[in-house]
């Protein structure tokens, strides 16, 4: 036995015990070639009575944030602002007291004639697997100038698996540098759209891109219209962007942490979480140093759980005493573990969630003095209230606190 569990640690540690997970790679890589992208919801295993994470959320408040995103050539600067900024967006929400659900959603849009008009990624905790999509993303097509503002917005309100929950913040940014073709037939305007936002409780808030007037025109009544937020930032973004002397190792210390997941269930359900897992191995492989500290931060967060831990991981399950380990059909079990008697099992177990606990503790250590080191910089540069970053905590902050939730500190970086 012993020659078994010190095989399955070495495996444990070098593979994040994914065995069966690799053929599924390509499926998670590829590029969406529809126009609507819907995670796999699963629904409670046979394995427990309930489900402890879906307990754990209804007692915390919730947040729900879709990015309308023009994703035309013009758009490339704030596209890459994006993508290296998602996750101090989010740990900027996950800042909160008390600590939300966080779940985000996209719709990138062009225009009619372009490779597509929208794509939409609707509303999940599981941010690696939205990431590791938005990757994808290139800004090309356009021209023309005006773009395709009001399908964007109509699928963002309509299209979007919005809560019905009254205390939960629903709020829309949209982001672009052009503004709507209003002279499209058979094709709802954003004054009514507006109107269905308000009645499904969704603030609306522009971002613009650029100085454009007749943008800038239209964003700020889109604003307006539905009681959300106007603010203006240059092309490139204005997103921070600082490197700093603790994100290689976050960086690292993120890919041990990822290491420690132990998914498990029936195997419909492992296979949706494979595809997360293979979101995950993308984003590590192709993130920089800066993202994965970001990323990094917002997993050791109580709101990032959902995004770290999915539906069924295991490790977190046991350690936590919501759910026995004898209670688990051993074929839900992953592969590898199913090979190990039950106090190996309980052993193997225990080693990782200690060593997680030690690797959440360094992360919030380094991610504490990575803030502190970037508003620094910030401070000594006098530009921190010009930066989108605190643009949209700004915003978040005074729209949230109507819902309940408060935020004290300042954005994470």
Known sequence: MKSKLFAFTLFAATAGVVAFYPTLQNLAIAKPAVNQITYPVTTTDPITTTNPIATIN????????????????????????????????????????????????????????????????????????????????????????????????FDAVHKISWSQDKDSYRVIFLVGDAPPHMDYQNEQQYPQTLKDALTKGIVVNTIQAGDDPFTQTEWRRIAQLNQGSFFQVEQSGQAVAVATPFDEQLASLSREMDKTRMFYGTEEKRKALAAKSAATDKLNAVSSDAALAKRAAFNASAAGEGNFLAESELVDDISSGRVDLDSIAPATLPAPLQALEKDEQAKVIKETAEKRDALRTQIAELSRQRQEFIEQKLKDSGAEEETLDYKIYSTVKAQAAEKGIQYESAPAY
Do not use: C, H
């Not at 939409?120 to 356009?142: C, H, K, N, R, W």
């Open 58 to 153: 209804e007692k915390r408040a919730k947040i729900e944030v879709v990015f309308a995103l023009d994703t035309t050539s013009s758009m490339s600067g704030l596209i890459q602002a994006a993508k290296e900024n998602i996750w101090s967006i989010a740990s900027t929400m996950a800042s909160a007291q008390p600590a939300p659900e966080i779940k985000m959603g996209l719709v990138a849009f062009r225009d009619r004639g372009d490779s597509y008009i929208t794509r939409v990624i609707d509303l999940s905790p599981d941010l690696d697997s939205m990431y590791a999509t938005l990757m994808d993303f290139q800004a090309e097509g356009g021209g023309d100038g005006p773009e395709s503002v009001n399908q964007a917005l």
